[in-house]
């Protein structure tokens, strides 16, 4: 079985600043996906970034960085240079790589508020 | 389509009765999930397609409720019998193949049960 903890319900930071929201994960598969969604107010999931967990590199996407630490099992999302468009629900999810069915495990979600 | 279309977008029903819940995924999309989102919560799996077939059911809540896709395109989550606990945010989501990175959300069914 597979389990995300996201332990910040709430994050504020100012605009332009950096912002790290902590996930942690557990597992008992050897092969892994760690995924980041944003969810506005509107309600759409919105992707935003993905790591393999035999990825050797943290991925990043523009603004976004997943800062992997394989063995304390942690996927914390890094968003540089926050914007207010920032501000939303963000969940990390995970999913296992070596079966045939890939249902995504999501966490209960950080509420990030990006002020002027 | 271009997008995942979930219809309706709100939904309010009376207690115990049937309800059916639409999710029009991108075209060719071969895998359709279904989530739920409580006020407040993350998103609970409910159930999985891969073209007509549902691999696995086990997060459907309970027997009142069901899921059915034709062909590789249309869903129906179906409610029976709508309990107030029902009440929620149901989300759906379709992807190219089982291994795929990206997932597209639809923008969910807002379900009241008064």
């Known amino acids: 079985a597979q389990k995300i903890t996201q332990t910040q319900p709430g994050m504020f930071v100012q605009e332009k600043e950096a912002v790290t929201l902590d996930c942690t994960y557990d597992?008992?598969?050897?092969?892994?996906?760690l995924f980041w969604y944003k969810q506005p107010s509107s309600g759409e999931m919105i992707f935003l970034i993905y790591q393999g967990s035999y990825d050797e590199q943290n991925a990043t996407e523009g603004r976004y960085s997943l800062n992997f630490q394989k063995a304390r099992k942690s996927a914390n999302l890094v968003i540089s240079a926050s914007q207010l468009g920032d501000s939303a629900m963000y969940f990390c999810a995970m999913r296992a790589e070596n079966t045939g069915f890939q249902k995504l495990v999501f966490g209960t979600g950080t509420r990030l508020l990006v002020s002027p | 389509g271009a997008g995942v279309s979930q219809s309706p977008s709100n939904k309010v029903t009376e207690k115990g009765k049937d309800v059916e819940l639409r999710c029009d995924p991108i075209?060719?999309?071969?895998?359709l999930y279904w989530y739920r989102q409580r006020l407040g919560q993350g998103l609970e799996f409910l159930i999985y397609?891969?073209?007509?077939?549902?691999?696995?059911k086990s997060g459907l809540p309970s027997d009142r409720f069901s899921a059915e896709r034709t062909g590789e395109s249309v869903s129906t989550l179906t409610i029976q019998r709508t309990q107030q606990e029902d009440s929620a945010v149901y989300l759906c989501?379709?992807?190219?193949?089982?291994?795929?990175?990206?997932?597209?959300f639809g923008s969910g069914t807002r379900l009241t049960v008064v």
């Open positions: 397609f891969q073209g007509n077939s549902a691999p696995d």
């Open positions: 989501a379709s992807s190219f193949s089982q291994n795929s990175r990206g997932y597209t």
């Open positions: 597992t008992s598969d050897q092969s892994y996906g």
């Open positions: 075209s060719g999309h071969t895998a």
